[in-house]
Structure formats: structure tokens, C-alpha cells
């Protein structure tokens, strides 16, 4: 579980309890410029996730860490996926975050008002 | 960087608007763009940012292509009320205008470029006066919720 949050001109996001372990990763701070926008999507869970490195896949438990698809470097953070939101970044090390969270429509507000365009 | 996209975006566009216009936002899921536009997840998201990002650019796409011939036949003193052209835009302006600057700003455009061309449009033959007074209550409601987002914080 990650919780999202708007600091400054910054989205920080912030991966919680062991889940941070497992990801090897406790913090991501991105530029709000960088932000492309955000989207609740549970069914991304079902996707391929790539090869991992580093990080820990166990399928259907946990898919956590850097994963490498189609040239594009991804950071997933999810559990079942039920609660996934998907965070499209331009110029950034990964291309998107996938991160489960409490509440997607709540983030997923949050980010879009936070992002202009 | 990555493959090329691989699709037709504005085709890709115009199905967008198709779906949007049949069912309510919150009910077309990701999985349900992926599966009936034929793009592949990453490339959705790489292309549009997001499902909001893919929305107004269907949004956009509308406005430009479908509304105009619309126009021209409300200009033309042409009964629309039948038209299913102006679906994507009364659920944009029910659904999505209240809490999204961007989509109020579109609708007030369109509805903007509605008024021109009514206005453009020969004098109707005396309104059956019953309906008159109600469909402009609706109208106004409609156009005053969709507005808000504009407005200010909600």
C-alpha cells in the first residue's frame, strides 16, 4: 500500500509498512510537471508486469519493485490490484508508477487537480 | 524511446468518443478501452497520460469533427433534438463539467457555437408553448451545474 500526496510542486509517494521492503523503496518524489495524470485501474493487475530488477514478484501476492517492458522502466507497488491507480510521468527514471492505495478516486482527483494543463 | 505506436490515434480517438457518449465515465473502465478500442494498456497510457487524458482528447476530437455539421443544420432552421451528436456533450456537462475546469471549458465552447448558430437560424414557427417553459428550465439547470467547475472551487 502506498499513500499519495501533493507536497509543494512535488507528488510524493510513499510506499508503507513492509510493502517498502519488499520494493526496495520507501519514497518516490516527482516533480509535478512530470506528472501526466493518473488513473484507477484494477485491471492492470491482470497485465504482464515485465522482467524485475530488483525487486519481488510473487504472482498473485505481491508484485513490487522495478520491472522492464518494452524498453519503458515501470515501478509497481500492488497487492491483489483491486485498489491499483496508475501514474503516468514523462522525463522520469520509470514511465509509470502502478501503486495500490486506500481510496483511487481520492488520488486520483488529487492528482489531476494538482497537475495543469 | 519505446516502439512506435502502432495505432491509429485519431481513429482510436473517435471510438473513444463513441464509448463516452454511450455510458456514464466512472462506468467505461480501462479494461474496457483496452479491450474495445485494440490498444494495448502501456500504449494508452503512454499515448493519452491517463483515462482523463484519453477522455478530453475525445472530448476535443467531437467538437471538432462532429459538432460542425450539427451547427450547420441548427443554423439551417433543421429540427436536432434527435441527434445522438449532442449525447457526449449533455453527459460531459451532467458528469464531468461540475468537478473538471477542462471539460466545463469545452462544454461553454460548444455551447457557445449552439447559441451562435440558433441565433443564425431562421425564426421557428410559433414554439408548441407547453414544452417551451420546461425544456428551458432544464436547459438553464444543465448549463448553470456545468459551469461551476469554472466558477471556482467547489
Given at each position: 500500500?502506498?499513500?499519495?500526496?501533493?507536497?509543494?510542486?512535488?507528488?510524493?509517494?510513499?510506499?508503507?509498512?513492509?510493502?517498502?521492503?519488499?520494493?526496495?523503496?520507501?519514497?518516490?518524489?516527482?516533480?509535478?510537471?512530470?506528472?501526466?495524470?493518473?488513473?484507477?485501474?484494477?485491471?492492470?493487475?491482470?497485465?504482464?508486469?515485465?522482467?524485475?530488477?530488483?525487486?519481488?514478484?510473487?504472482?498473485?501476492?505481491?508484485?513490487?519493485?522495478?520491472?522492464?517492458?518494452?524498453?519503458?522502466?515501470?515501478?509497481?507497488?500492488?497487492?491483489?490490484?483491486?485498489?491499483?491507480?496508475?501514474?503516468?510521468?514523462?522525463?522520469?527514471?520509470?514511465?509509470?508508477?502502478?501503486?495500490?492505495?486506500a481510496d483511487p478516486a481520492a488520488t486520483v482527483a488529487l492528482i489531476e487537480q494538482a497537475v495543469p494543463r | 524511446m519505446g516502439r512506435p505506436?502502432?495505432?491509429?490515434?485519431?481513429?482510436?480517438?473517435?471510438?473513444?468518443?463513441?464509448?463516452?457518449?454511450?455510458?456514464?465515465?466512472?462506468?467505461?473502465?480501462?479494461?474496457?478501452?483496452?479491450?474495445?478500442?485494440?490498444?494495448?494498456?502501456?500504449?494508452?497510457?503512454?499515448?493519452?497520460?491517463?483515462?482523463?487524458?484519453?477522455?478530453?482528447?475525445?472530448?476535443?476530437?467531437?467538437?471538432?469533427?462532429?459538432?460542425?455539421?450539427?451547427?450547420?443544420?441548427?443554423?439551417?432552421?433543421?429540427?436536432?433534438?434527435d441527434d445522438p451528436t449532442l449525447d457526449l456533450l449533455l453527459l460531459a456537462a451532467v458528469e464531468r463539467a461540475p468537478s473538471d475546469v477542462?471539460?466545463?471549458?469545452?462544454?461553454?465552447?460548444?455551447?457557445?457555437?449552439?447559441?451562435?448558430?440558433?441565433?443564425?437560424?431562421?425564426?421557428?414557427?410559433?414554439?408548441?408553448?407547453?414544452?417551451?417553459?420546461?425544456?428551458?428550465?432544464?436547459?438553464?439547470?444543465?448549463?448553470?451545474?456545468?459551469?461551476?467547475?469554472?466558477?471556482?472551487?467547489?
Amino acid at each position: 500500500m502506498a499513500t499519495v500526496r501533493v507536497d509543494g510542486d512535488d507528488l510524493v509517494v510513499e510506499i508503507e509498512g513492509m510493502d517498502r521492503l519488499w520494493s526496495l523503496k520507501s519514497r518516490l518524489v516527482i516533480p509535478l510537471a512530470n506528472v501526466r495524470g493518473a488513473t484507477a485501474d484494477p485491471g492492470i493487475a491482470a497485465e504482464p508486469k515485465g522482467l524485475r530488477a530488483p525487486g519481488t514478484s510473487v504472482p498473485g501476492v505481491i508484485t513490487a519493485g522495478t520491472f522492464h517492458q518494452d524498453g519503458e522502466r515501470v515501478f509497481w507497488n500492488i497487492r491483489d490490484g483491486a485498489r491499483a491507480v496508475v501514474i503516468e510521468l514523462a522525463d522520469e527514471r520509470y514511465a509509470r508508477l502502478v501503486v495500490e492505495v486506500a481510496d483511487p478516486a481520492a488520488t486520483v482527483a488529487l492528482i489531476e487537480q494538482a497537475v495543469p494543463r | 524511446m519505446g516502439r512506435p505506436r502502432g495505432f491509429d490515434e485519431q481513429a482510436v480517438t473517435a471510438a473513444a468518443a463513441g464509448l463516452f457518449a454511450g455510458r456514464a465515465y466512472d462506468g467505461v473502465s480501462v479494461d474496457d478501452l483496452v479491450q474495445q478500442l485494440g490498444v494495448h494498456r502501456n500504449s494508452l497510457y503512454k499515448t493519452f497520460g491517463s483515462k482523463r487524458g484519453l477522455y478530453l482528447a475525445a472530448l476535443r476530437w467531437h467538437l471538432e469533427h462532429r459538432l460542425p455539421s450539427l451547427t450547420e443544420q441548427l443554423a439551417a432552421g433543421a429540427a436536432v433534438a434527435d441527434d445522438p451528436t449532442l449525447d457526449l456533450l449533455l453527459l460531459a456537462a451532467v458528469e464531468r463539467a461540475p468537478s473538471d475546469v477542462e471539460v466545463a471549458a469545452l462544454v461553454a465552447k460548444a455551447w457557445q457555437t449552439l447559441d451562435q448558430a440558433l441565433q443564425r437560424a431562421p425564426a421557428t414557427p410559433a414554439d408548441p408553448p407547453a414544452s417551451t417553459a420546461l425544456n428551458a428550465l432544464l436547459g438553464e439547470r444543465l448549463r448553470a451545474r456545468a459551469a461551476t467547475a469554472s466558477a471556482g472551487p467547489s
